[in-house]
Nanobody, 117 residues
Framework: QVQLVESGGGLVQPGGSLRLSCAASGSISSINIMGWYRQAPGKQRELVAD???????NYADSVKGRFSISRENAKNTVYLQMNSLKPEDTAVYLC???????????WGQGTQVTVSS
C-alpha cells in the first residue's frame, strides 16, 4: 500500500509564494512519475506539473514560468515551488504517483491553496 502525504498549502496574497511537499511511503516501482494536480470548485481536475524519476518535467501552460517541480528520489518526495501566485491558482492541490510500466496509480488527500487579498 502506497501512501502520499502532502504539506505546505495555505492562504497567500496575490504575487506571493508557497512550496508544497509530498512524501510517498510504501512499495512502488522506482520508475515512476510524480506530479501535482489541482481541482477548483466546479472545475475538472487538471495537471499542474509532473516529473519522471529521471527528472523530465511537464507543466501546464497556465503555470509555466511561475511554478517549478522537483523531486528527491531517495526520499520519494516531490516538491512544487509556486511563485507569483494568482487568485485563479486557488484550488485543492493533489499529489499523484504512478508507475511508468504498469497501472499502479496513487493519490494524496490534497492540500488547499488559497490566493486572496
Amino acid at each position: 500500500q502506497v501512501q502520499l502525504v502532502e504539506s505546505g498549502g495555505g492562504l497567500v496574497q496575490p504575487g506571493g509564494s508557497l512550496r508544497l511537499s509530498c512524501a510517498a511511503s510504501g512499495s512502488i516501482s522506482s520508475i515512476n512519475i510524480m506530479g501535482w494536480y489541482r481541482q477548483a470548485p466546479g472545475k475538472q481536475r487538471e495537471l499542474v506539473a509532473d516529473i519522471t524519476n529521471s527528472g523530465s518535467t511537464n507543466y501546464a501552460d497556465s503555470v509555466k514560468g511561475r511554478f517549478s517541480i522537483s523531486r528527491e528520489n531517495a526520499k520519494n518526495t516531490v516538491y512544487l515551488q509556486m511563485n507569483s501566485l494568482k487568485p485563479e491558482d486557488t484550488a485543492v492541490y493533489l499529489c499523484n504517483i504512478r508507475v511508468i510500466y504498469g497501472t499502479n496509480n496513487y493519490w494524496g488527500q490534497g492540500t488547499q491553496v488559497t490566493v486572496s487579498s
